[in-house]
């Protein structure tokens, strides 16, 4: 079993719909990051969380230390939100210096 | 601003050559790190750097050498490639293990035949 899984792994929705894509992770962790790789490849941050909710623009992550998951939600969803979300987390029974990803999250918004 | 620069996008290599992947970061990052992407799984880590003339293994370094002669480059070394090593390679920086940020390079796609 992974020590990160996300689901689903592909996801088709309308323009405006809103989405939510999942992590769970088995391992204790100091912070967990959501990351956004467009279709031409490139990778950006989105967001890094410890506790609680962050909201950027219309993108909203939640993490539950307890149980051990987090969301990824996009409001009003728009076709260049279209691109694979990662999700990765901080081991923290390891140096900080690792990063475990999961397989990613395919999304595709049609208009 | 550059941010990180991967150098080049796509390579084809024949089994046996060798090759560097550069990675260049103008942000003054101390710590570097070299990811591969396979289809269907995670980014997995090959090598990091946290400063100038540090380097360590990560999950994956059989087969790769890196180094860090200075704060802005770490290359990354494939001395006799193999079919095993087709892969998307991944240069990212961030200014500290626990930075919110971290940034990513383009990308190199390799593919060893």
């Known amino acids: 079993k992974n020590e990160v899984e996300q689901s689903p792994q592909n996801l088709t929705a309308q323009e405006g719909e809103f989405i939510t894509i999942n992590c769970s992770y088995s391992?204790?962790?100091?912070?967990l990051h959501w990351l956004q790789q467009h279709p031409g490849g490139g990778i950006v941050s989105l967001f890094m969380?410890?506790?609680g909710k962050k909201k950027h623009g219309r993108l909203i992550a939640t993490i539950n230390i307890q149980e051990k998951h987090s969301s990824l939600h996009i409001t009003a969803s728009h076709p260049r939100d279209s691109a694979v979300y990662i999700c990765a987390v901080r081991n923290s029974n390891f140096g900080n210096e690792k990063l475990t990803f999961g397989t990613g999250t395919r999304l595709t918004i049609i208009p | 601003n550059a941010g990180v620069t991967q150098t080049p996008k796509f390579r084809i290599l024949k089994i046996g050559q060798s090759m560097t992947l550069q990675c260049a970061q103008d942000?003054?990052?101390?710590?570097m790190y070299w990811y591969r992407q396979d289809p269907g799984m995670g980014l997995k880590l090959i090598y990091y750097s946290v400063g100038a003339g540090i380097t360590d293994k990560g999950e994956v370094p059989n087969g790769y050498n890196v180094s860090r002669s200075t704060t802005e480059d770490f290359p990354l070394r494939l001395e006799l490639a193999a079919p095993s090593q087709t892969s998307v390679y991944f240069c990212?920086?961030?200014?500290?293990?626990?930075?919110?940020?971290?940034?990513f390079g383009q990308g190199t796609r390799l593919t060893v035949v």
């Open positions: 969380l410890s506790s």
């Open positions: 942000m003054n990052h101390n710590y």
């Open positions: 391992v204790g962790i100091s912070a």
């Open positions: 990212a920086s961030s200014y500290s293990a626990r930075a919110t940020e971290a940034f």
